[in-house]
Every structure is written in structure tokens, then in C-alpha cells.
């Protein structure tokens, strides 16, 4: 159902842009989900990274507060993260996800590897 892409090899101190497309999902079940990104970083388990509500309402993580922002077009069903100053400890598989209700939805996953 969801599509990851944007993933890559960064330096620290450089920015990604994840984007995540629903394609498979009609428009009046897209809105109805809160699309989120989420990690899990070498060796430790799966972490949020970030929400967005339809009525476009955020959360992120203390981690990324100030670095990272969630956006999503529902016209598009699509949601994107643009991750600016990465870290290290930024590095990790990244997952959207379709959240909120039942059933919930996760993309295949993509790499992001920061390099110090």
C-alpha cells in the first residue's frame, strides 16, 4: 500500500528528503489515517520519528524536534520528511506508515546512513 523512496548516503551536517506515496490507497481512506515515518537504527528496536494528522496536526520526536518536518499532500496521498542537519544517530532503516486506525500500513523501508 505505501511506497518509500528518497532514502541515502549523507555527511553529517547534510539534509534527505524522504517521500512516501499511497498509490494504492483511494482518497477517502487516506485521510482518515495519521501518516507517520519511523526508524530503527542498527541493533535497537523500531522508533517514532514523526506524526501528521489529515488536518495536518505533527509530532515528532524529541530527537529530531527542530531538524525534521512532516508534510503530507492528501490530493496526492503522498507524506514526506525533509531531515535537515543529520546526525549520526539519525541512521537507520526509515518506515512510513499508515496509523491511527485499524488496519495500519508500513512501507518496505529505506536506508538513510549518515556519516560523520
Known amino acids: 500500500q505505501l511506497q518509500a523512496s528518497g532514502g541515502g548516503l549523507v555527511q553529517a551536517g547534510g539534509s534527505l528528503r524522504l517521500s512516501c506515496t499511497a498509490s494504492r490507497m483511494i482518497f477517502s481512506t487516506f485521510i482518515t489515517y495519521e501518516m507517520g515515518w519511523y526508524r530503527q537504527p542498527p541493533g535497537k528496536p523500531r522508533e517514532l520519528v514523526a506524526t501528521?494528522?489529515?488536518?495536518?496536526?505533527?509530532h515528532y520526536a524529541d530527537s529530531v524536534t527542530g531538524r525534521f518536518t512532516i508534510s503530507r499532500d492528501n490530493s496526492k496521498k503522498s507524506v514526506k520528511l525533509q531531515m535537515n542537519g543529520l546526525k549520526p544517530e539519525d541512521t537507520g532503516v526509515y518506515y512510513c506508515?499508515?496509523?491511527?486506525?485499524?488496519?495500519?500500513?508500513w512501507g518496505q523501508g529505506t536506508q538513510v546512513t549518515v556519516s560523520s
Open positions: 501528521i494528522t489529515s488536518g495536518r496536526v505533527t
Open positions: 506508515a499508515a496509523v491511527g486506525r485499524s488496519p495500519s500500513y
